[in-house]
């Protein structure tokens, strides 16, 4: 029995197909985010002046789905998953692991059980949006039984909602008083140190200088 991912492919697809480029790189921080590292990459630049390259590495902010990678993995990693504005590749294999053995670790996805994700989570959301009456969710609930697809319940749909937002809400309490203070704006940390904008000094200066001329007038 062919795949969801393999049924997607064979027809219209039901999630967009992005163009994907492969990169290995290591694991340079890891634990720090849940379910994200950072790989670094290799890479070099031309040296106009030296006329020779030099190296240049380019780091990524990468997804890891199932939190399967340590600091010093060598790792595949693949673009055209964006999950946030700042993570566009996913991991897809560990090439040569670090320290734990991989078969003691959470699983890698690859590639096609990405794909095979991505259509699942698009046909939940399809059918609660189905049941709002959005036709363009209609439609494509239609085109996926065409291809032989499994459609979830609204049921199954509203559970794995729930599941969503409870994880949402888990992950943002867990958040450590860095993530905290990094949410803050300039002027809310600077209002809880004491410390003044330089718009506030300059007119505190301005004013005890009013004051001074103020004074030296009331003497003669």
Known sequence: MASLATKAKSATPIVTQCLHSHKVGVVVSAGKMSNAVKVRVAGQEWNKKFRKHFPAPTTYLVRDPNNSLVEGDIVRITSGYRTSTAISHVVT????PFGEPVENRPPVLSQAQIEEERVKERLLKDVRAAERGRQASVQRLAQARKQGLKIPSLTEAVE?????????KARVEEAHAGQAGQQKSAKERRMEQGKKSKKEVRA???LKEARKQTAKMGGF
């Open 93 to 96: 294999s560990i090439v040569a």
């Open 204 to 206: 505190e200066k301005r």
């Open 160 to 168: 794995n909602m729930r599941v969503h937002t409870e994880k949402e």
